[in-house]
Every structure is written in C-alpha cells, then in structure tokens.
DNA sequence: ATCAGGGCTGAACCGAGGTTCATTTCTTGA
DNA sequence: TCAAGAAATGAACCTCGGTTCAGCCCTGAT
C-alpha cells in the first residue's frame, strides 16, 4: 500500500466540500436554485466543474443537503423559541418574531427554501421542512385551544394559514416594502405577527 | 389578388387559436406549467408543433395568455363580491369563501396561476393578477378601518397576509386534506375564512 | 528522489425542450 | 377546375445545463 488518506488529507477533503457547500448556498441566497448551476458552484469554489460530482452523486444531492444542513437550523431555532414554557399565546408570538427576523436576513435563501420549486428529488426534502415548520406552530395552536385561551380553529388548517401568511408577506413577491430597511422591516414583523396572533387567539388575549 | 380571408376563414382560424389555447389551459390544470410543453400543447390540440407559433411568437407569449385570460375572469368575480354593499366584515368573509370556492374546483389551476414561478417573461402577468387580488381584500380592510369596525393593522400587510393564508392552507403543498372530497373542502373553507376574518375583525366582530 | 494511486481538471457529451423552415396541404377567387 | 398564396406540418436545429471521463497533478510511503 503506497497511497492512504491521512488526517491532513481527510480535512483537505472535507474543507474542499464544505467550500463547494457553502459557494452554491451563497449562491442560492443570491439568485436562488437558478443561480445555482453546477458550472456556477464550481466557479465560486474555485474548483473545476468535475469536482462537484467527487463529493455529490448529483446536483439534486448537492441541493437536497443545502435545504437540509440551513433547513434543520432555522427549524431548531424557531422549535426551541416554540416549545418555551411561556403561555402559548406569546410563544406564538415570539416564534413567529424568530423566524420572521431571520428570513428578513436572507430573503432570497428563505423563499428557496420555503416557497421555491425545485426538482422533485429535492422537494421532498423542501416538504419535510416546510412541515416542521407549521408543525411548530400547530403544537402551539393546540396547546392554547386545549387550554381554553384560543378559541377552536382546526390546528392544522390554522398552522398553514400561519405559515402562508408570513411566508408572503414577508418574502412573497408581493412583499409589501421590499428591502426597505430595518426601520421598515421591523414595521412588517410587527404587523405579520399581530395578524396572526390575532387570527389564532380571537381577541380572547387582546393585551398583547 | 387570389386569396382573400372570408369571414369563415377568419373564424376558422380563430377557433384553431381558441383549440390551442385551450389545450394548454387544460394541460396547466393538469399537470402545471411543466406539463404545457410546446409539443404536448400541439398534440393536445390536434395541430402540429409549428402551428403554435403561428398564433403566439413564444411559449411565453401563450403562457401570459393563458394567466392573463383565466386572471381577469377570476379577479373579475372576486371584486364583484369584494366591492358589494355589505358591511367589511361580511364582504371579507364572501370575497374569500368565493375565491377558495372557485380555487378547489381547479387546485392545480389555481396553484399554477398564483403561487407557481415562470419563466420571467410570463412573471409579470402572473404579478399583476396577485397584486389585483391583493388589492380586492386591501380594499374591505381600509374601509373596515376607516369606518371603525376593524382594529388599526397596515392594509396592504394584511391584505398580504390574507392571500398569503389562504393560498397555503388552499393549494399549498401544504395543503391540509388534499382532494379528500367535498365535504372537506366545505370545512377547510370555513376554517380559512374564520381565519382571516378573525385576523382583521380582532374579535370586533365575533358574531361572523 | 521516486512512483503508485487517488484527486482534480475541463472539454466533450447528452438529453430536454423551445424554435425554425422547407415542404405539403388547403382555401379562395377566377 | 386551376393557380396563387396562406396555413399547417414535423423533422431538424439550437441552446442550455447536467454529467462524464481520459489525462494530468499532487500526495505520501518508501
């Protein structure tokens, strides 16, 4: 044996791929999934177009494990604010600050992942996550309904109403006051958040 | 001169284009707008691939039709019901059951036409028909506003919001109860619309 | 220093789907 | 019925983007 893979070269390996990760999720962010050409990837790595399929069988792989590796984040980010002990009317609230705060950060990477249309071997990955997520809200849902300080809406119709609702206003494109600032920004969280909580709890909590 | 169009031919002609554009309609209802490919749109009109362009200078061209066409008629019957006499919150409340009423008889349809990303060229039409539908319910709640029955909440946010609520909850991958039948549909509906109007009454109006 | 063998390169390949155009068919006025 | 020209045909063409692979380069054990 003349050739084995040391420690030094196993991290060359796995920096390389974590470049080419991270180039085509940057790209993403900018442009979306048609940004993403694997010519394109492979440019910003700095990296030759073969290259990519040394570490991913196919594009399809490599974007299944981009909407993964941000999805699982974003996903255990707005979970953690969810399940908090507080009463579930503020959960709601705060969980849906969270997220809208970070998707502001990144629209374009949060409408790739949410809302954009992929192939289908990537959406199926796209589902699931786009799932937890109103799967967050729906717990909250029915955790105040169960409680008696939400009135009864069918949970799971109102955890996509939810998530649809923010998901346009806030990185839709009909976003009302795209990239306007954070002074604007924070205008259009407050509003989304008082809609929805307002939607869910009935005027039954009005001191929020 | 030998070959002058007659009125029979104009109609001919006419009824091919109305063949085709049909066609495609249908196939967008079936299958989206991947599935209205130049050459499945011929076949299914009975006509050869380089007809098409004879009627249309682009697949582009068709498709903006094809939106701007079945758009009109359902933003068309949308406003009529948003801008009837009643009071706001009852207005908001018919406005949305007519439209998810009208998108269950056609998810696919309705999903193609408002949610599904085209090629950019076809883009701006599918815009303009959000944006109008959008515009319907910005409307009901300026007026709520104004008059006092509704709690203050930017308009055009919560217009967003609304339309964002229910083409989720209606068409979304997402979509609570896919196809499970009539009487499904009729309780997915009322849950939006309570939803939405609960949202921009704030309780105000509980009687709904 | 040497060389075995894995990693990298990027030009070529390939399929998909929109578009074109030489040819054929059909319609109309004479 | 015939000629002129519009309309239809559909196979070939073109472009775009994902994928491949023969050859080069670099790593690391000797």
Redesign the interface.
């Known amino acids: 044996m003349v050739y084995q893979r040391t420690e030094r070269g196993e991290r060359r390996l796995a920096d390389k791929r974590a470049r080419i990760l991270r180039a085509a999720r940057d790209l993403v962010a900018e442009g979306g999934w048609p940004a993403a050409q694997v010519d394109n990837v492979a440019a910003r790595a700095g990296v030759a177009t073969g290259t990519v399929y040394r570490h991913w069988s196919s594009k399809a792989d490599l974007c299944a494990e981009i909407v993964a590796t941000v999805s699982a984040r974003e996903v255990g980010i707005v979970r953690a604010v969810a399940d908090a002990g507080e009463p579930p009317a503020e959960r709601l609230a705060a969980a849906i600050r969270t997220f809208a705060d970070r998707a502001l950060r990144g629209r374009r990477l949060a409408y790739a992942l949410i ?3 992929v192939d289908p071997e990537v959406e199926a990955t796209r ?1 699931q996550y ?2 937890e997520l ?1 799967h967050c809200f729906e717990r909250i849902l029915r955790e105040g309904i169960m409680r008696g300080v939400f ?1 009864r ?2 949970p ?3 955890a ?10 806030l990185i ?5 006051a795209r990239g306007t600032g954070p002074r604007a920004d924070r ?2 969280v407050e ?2 958040t ?3 909580l ?2 869910s709890t ?3 909590e ?1 001191g929020a």
């Open positions: 809302a954009e249309p589902l786009r799932a109103a009135p809406l069918d799971a119709v109102a996509a109403c939810i998530v649809g609702a923010f998901m346009e206003a839709g494109p009909l976003a009302p205008h259009l509003q989304i008082r809609f929805c307002r939607a009935g005027g039954m009005e």
